[in-house]
């Protein structure tokens, strides 16, 4: 098992450009999320798959788009790149099934570190 | 709203010594509180999860407690190793609805074992 895999693991991009942020599950897990980490702040939720077919926004939407591929894959948009979008971007699963709902933990993946200059 | 606040922002031990890391949250309605290990350049990994009953959690050298009254929650760390070099981060979980939970992250705490 893989686990979570992100790719790329670095980018960096200019103001304006677009580029899309992958991510796979190799878990079966139905939810699927997008967080960024910025310092001096906790992972903040960008947007969240609670499972295939599904989106809803997060706490900081503002200048992403998701699509939730298909169970295994959930990507990650920027449109038109800013620099207050330089984060660490990491990507997280969750099974809804099986154990006690609490219990079933998020497994995160490695993260992507954007740069926009 | 809703909070979570971990405090020191960064420690800096003796490899052997213990440590104890702190964590004060107002989340409502509280479903969990976990602890994350996040080794630089990864993703965060969990070490316990505590619900509103458990108020103790070990795995390995790692505890954790939970005072759901003071809404606080603490991570000891016993025989700190160089591996333990890493940031600590409090997540509490809210039942927003029936099977949907809404996750509160820390700021964290970095930990720095010196040999």
């Known amino acids: 098992n893989a686990g979570v895999t992100q790719t790329p693991k670095f980018q960096v991009l200019k103001t304006g450009q677009s580029m899309t942020l992958q991510c796979a599950q190799d878990m079966n897990h139905n939810s699927m999320y997008w967080y960024r980490q910025d310092p001096g702040m906790g992972l903040r939720l960008i947007y969240y798959?609670?499972?295939?077919?599904?989106?809803d926004k997060g706490e900081v939407p503002n200048g992403y788009n998701v699509s939730r591929l298909n169970k295994r894959e959930f990507s990650l948009r920027l449109e038109s790149a800013a620099p207050s979008q330089t984060s660490v971007y990491f990507c997280?699963?969750?099974?809804?099934?099986?154990?006690?709902?609490?219990?079933?933990?998020?497994?995160f993946g490695p993260g992507t570190r954007l740069t926009v200059l | 709203k809703n909070q979570v606040e971990q405090s020191p922002q960064s420690l800096i031990i003796l490899e052997g010594k213990n440590c104890t890391l702190q964590c004060n949250y107002t989340v409502s309605p509280f479903s969990n509180l976990r602890w994350y290990k996040q080794d630089t350049g990864r993703g965060p990994v969990s070490l316990t999860i505590?619900?509103?009953?458990?108020n103790t959690k070990s795995n390995g050298r790692y505890t954790a407690t939970l005072d759901a009254d003071t809404k606080q929650s603490s991570l000891h760390i016993t025989a700190s190793q160089l591996s333990d070099s890493a940031s600590y981060i409090c997540v509490v979980s809210a039942n927003v609805n029936s099977g949907t939970y809404k996750y509160i992250f820390g700021t964290g705490t970095r930990l720095k074992v010196l040999a």
């Open positions: 997280a699963s969750r099974r809804t099934s099986g154990l006690p709902l609490p219990y079933n933990e998020q497994f």
């Open positions: 798959s609670a499972s295939e077919g599904t989106t």
């Open positions: 505590m619900t509103f009953s458990e």
